[in-house]
């Protein structure tokens, strides 16, 4: 069974800094499709970015391209998303999914995505 634990999240202001932390157990494929989604309150989930980690292709949602990044750590089969230059509208609960597979265009349906956390707040102040 594919587990999926975030960690990061936090309080912080305007133009600051987070990473968030996505530790997977329990895949039975190589090829990952690994993303972050986010929900404010009364909104609906939103893909920001996913990572297929066999080939390391990238995604990003326009709204967080050139201030949010991924990293892999391999060994420890862990996903790491730098956020930088945050933003109030980044105020989100922050999930990480994943599916056994290669990510493709519909990277932002969530319904493709078999695996979730539990999320990981993220509060920027202005």
């Known amino acids: 069974q594919v587990q999926l634990v975030e960690s990061g999240g936090g309080s912080v202001q305007a133009g600051g800094s987070l990473r968030l932390s996505c530790a997977a157990s329990?895949?039975?494929?190589?090829?990952?499709?690994m993303a972050w989604f986010r929900q404010a309150p009364g909104k609906e989930r939103e893909g920001v970015a996913a990572?297929?980690?066999?080939?390391?292709?990238?995604y990003y949602a326009d709204s967080v391209k050139g201030r949010f990044t991924f990293s892999q750590d391999n060994g420890k089969n862990t996903l790491y998303l730098q956020m930088n230059s945050l933003k109030p509208e980044d105020t989100s609960m922050y999930y990480c999914?994943?599916?056994?597979?290669?990510?493709?265009?519909?990277?932002?349906?969530?319904?493709?995505?078999?695996?979730w956390g539990q999320g990981t707040q993220v509060t920027v102040s202005s």
């Open positions: 990572i297929s980690t066999a080939t390391g292709r990238t």
């Open positions: 329990g895949y039975t494929s190589g090829r990952v499709c």
């Open positions: 999914a994943a599916d056994q597979r290669l990510c493709s265009s519909r990277w932002r349906e969530e319904r493709d995505f078999t695996y």
